[in-house]
């Protein structure tokens, strides 16, 4: 890691929001959902899909898992009308997990069941360790109730994930893979970046032996030709999987992807509630901060 990297990774948390702001604003479509529904057209008109994401996590009270749930079920209508190739990300945090887990079901459920009624889809996303179990649980319940409508995500940092990919193999397993963002203790969570990598690519193939479809969430060139390689391996149709990337980040990389005739779908975030997200982001890949700081000063590329 660079010193750049290191300062950025441990200093971070305590930068004052206005210049967080400054370098994490391509991570983000904007304040409104009219902003990622534009974007989201943008991404399509390039061959791209979407996933829409309103920000925002670990509330404080029901009334606010009300209102994540209206703006939820607002987005899946919105795309549905605007006709927009893309589908929802949501955390179960936002929508009350903490305060009331059957509350937060009931919620889940309804928003998936609307996504359901427009063919549409909702991803359940995976956040800190003490949110598993539940987020599988409520998973693995509405599967089978909307099939074809929902899914979740599995992370390779986490020790338990080919043993949570056994657990689930009785029903449809449809997951996005990612490495996993959150600061997890050892006991949870691999800790060297080649361990995690490598049961990445242990768990993709565990998901394609058991026919899964995978959302393949890397920027992680290592991983991509790990990926390619399995897909070739196990014949993967085109529709049987697909390539996911975080807004603003290799683009190059993504354009490679897309050129090579996979799919690839673009995390498109948008919302006030931008800081916790933008900080999190930039401790994983400070070079954004990188880029970001050497076009404020009139620089080339690094």
């Given at each position: 890691m660079s010193l750049f990297n290191f300062l950025v990774s441990k200093t971070i948390m305590h930068v004052p929001a206005p210049i967080v702001g400054h370098f994490a604003k391509g991570y983000i479509a904007g304040n409104a959902l009219e902003d990622a529904v534009a974007l989201s057209r943008d991404l399509n008109s390039q061959g791209l899909m979407a996933t829409i994401d309103i920000l925002g996590e670990f509330i404080k009270t029901m009334d606010q898992a009300r209102f994540f749930k209206d703006e939820c079920l607002k987005i899946l209508s919105t795309i549905h009308a605007e006709g927009l190739n893309g589908n929802l990300s949501l955390k179960p945090s936002q929508l009350g997990l903490s305060l009331?887990?059957?509350?937060?079901?009931?919620?889940?459920?309804?928003?998936?069941?609307?996504?359901?009624?427009?063919?549409?889809?909702?991803?359940?996303?995976?956040?800190?360790?003490?949110?598993?179990?539940?987020?599988?649980?409520?998973?693995?319940?509405?599967?089978?109730?909307?099939?074809?409508?929902?899914?979740?995500?599995?992370q390779s940092y986490m020790r338990r994930t080919p043993a949570d990919i056994e657990d689930l193999s009785d029903g449809e397993l449809n997951f996005r893979l990612c490495k996993g963002i959150y600061n997890e203790p050892r006991k949870q969570a691999y800790k060297d970046p080649d361990v995690v990598n490598r049961n990445f690519v242990h768990c993709l193939e565990k998901l394609f032996e058991k026919k899964a479809y995978v959302g393949i969430a890397t920027h992680d060139e290592k991983l991509v030709f790990e990926a390619l390689r399995l897909i070739d391996k196990y014949g993967m149709k085109r529709d049987e999987y697909e390539f996911?990337?975080?807004?603003?980040?290799?683009?190059?990389?993504?354009?490679?992807?897309?050129?090579?005739?996979?799919?690839?779908?673009?995390?498109?975030?948008?919302?006030?509630?931008?800081?916790?997200?933008?900080?999190?982001?930039?401790?994983?890949?400070?070079?954004?901060?990188?880029?970001?700081?050497?076009?404020?000063?009139?620089?080339?590329?690094?």
């Open positions: 009331d887990k059957a509350a937060c079901f009931e919620i889940l459920r309804e928003i998936v069941a609307h996504a359901a009624s427009l063919g549409s889809f909702v991803r359940i996303d995976m956040e800190d360790h003490p949110c598993t179990d539940d987020t599988l649980e409520f998973y693995r319940r509405m599967r089978n109730e909307f099939p074809g409508h929902v899914g979740t995500v599995l996911q990337m975080l807004l603003g980040v290799d683009e190059e990389l993504r354009g490679i992807i897309l050129s090579g005739g996979h799919r690839l779908r673009v995390y498109v975030p948008f919302g006030k509630d931008w800081l916790p997200y933008s900080r999190r982001r930039l401790k994983e890949n400070p070079g954004i901060a990188r880029h970001a700081l050497r076009q404020m000063l009139g620089m080339g590329p690094a």
